[in-house]
Each structure stands twice: as structure tokens, then as C-alpha cells.
């Protein structure tokens, strides 16, 4: 069976995470990260039998939401920007899995993690100073927990024939 197309995630969401002010942006993605969470736990409920591996992912987005809102946190007029762009954002996000079975579903998340965690790192090269030594490795920690679920997804993909 051929794996699902999976787009660029970073470029569907564009216009979404422009909407928001530049700084406002680290939030606009932790919000995003909180949203895989929870489809995480969603997906844990339609295939219990993987629900120990996917309540892990999840888990690993919970982190990253809250190490990436610890770093940039945001005045409260930006965080309005923020709730009122997110939710057509993950409603266009979600769009993307909706013709596929969970387990394809599954597939397209694991290959977001990865360009998520290739997020991470773009915002860490911009920060090349010694002051922004800690919000480097924080952001390392990000891209870390992205390629642990991805490669959780791909295993237990694996195990499934897929």
C-alpha cells in the first residue's frame, strides 16, 4: 500500500503563522505542538493497541509547548493574535489527515515531527550568540523530542507492516 503524500507542513501553515506578529510566533508553534498532543490522544483512543507509544508522543508535545512558551513567553495582546489565528490553523492541519486511516494518519505525523524538529533548529541557527547559549540547548531539547516521536511512530509503523 503507498505511503500517503505528505506535504510540507511549514509552507501549508504559512499564511497561518505570518498572521501573527514575528514575535508572537514561537507561540503560534506551541500552540501547534499542543494541538498534536491532542491528536495524539486521539489517535490513542481509535487504536488503543498503540496507545502506550502514541500517550508518549503526546507527552513529548506537552514538553516542547511548555519548553518553547517558557522561552518566548508573550505580552497578552499577542497571545489574543495567537488564539485567534490558531484555530484555522490546525483545522487546515487536520484537513491534511482526514482521507487517510489512522495508521497513515500516523505516517504524515511521524514525517511533521521531523520537520518540526528541522524548525527547531532554524530558530536555534538565528540565535548564534553566547547570551543565547541556554535558549539553544532548550531548542535542541525540541528538536530531540520531535525525532524521538518520529521515530516512535516509524517503529511502531513498522511493527504494524507499514
Known amino acids: 500500500m503507498p505511503t500517503p503524500t505528505v506535504p510540507q507542513f511549514g509552507a501549508l501553515l504559512r499564511s497561518h503563522i505570518a498572521s501573527v ?3 508572537a ?3 503560534f508553534r506551541s500552540g501547534l505542538e499542543r494541538s ?3 491528536r495524539y490522544r486521539e489517535w490513542a483512543e481509535a487504536a488503543p493497541e498503540y496507545a502506550t507509544v502514541l500517550l508518549e508522543c503526546a507527552d513529548r508535545e506537552d514538553e516542547i509547548a511548555e519548553l518553547v512558551a517558557g522561552l ?3 505580552e497578552p495582546d499577542m497571545q489574543h493574535a495567537v488564539d485567534a489565528a ?3 490553523a490546525v483545522e487546515l492541519y487536520y484537513d491534511v489527515f ?3 486511516d489512522v495508521l497513515d494518519q500516523l505516517y504524515l505525523q511521524s514525517e511533521a515531527e521531523l520537520q518540526g524538529a528541522q524548525a527547531w533548529v532554524g530558530i536555534a541557527a538565528g540565535l548564534d550568540d553566547d547570551a543565547h547559549a541556554a535558549t539553544r540547548a532548550t531548542l535542541a531539547r525540541c528538536t530531540d ?6 521515530a516512535a511512530v516509524k517503529e511502531l509503523l513498522a511493527g504494524a507492516g507499514r
Not at 523530542?145 to 518520529?150: C, H, I, N, P, V
Open 21 to 23: 506578529p514575528d514575535a
Open 25 to 27: 510566533r514561537p507561540a
Open 36 to 38: 498534536a498532543a491532542a
Open 72 to 74: 518566548f513567553p508573550i
Open 86 to 88: 490558531l484555530p484555522a
Open 98 to 100: 482526514s482521507p487517510y
Open 145 to 150: 523530542l520531535e525525532q524521538q516521536s518520529a
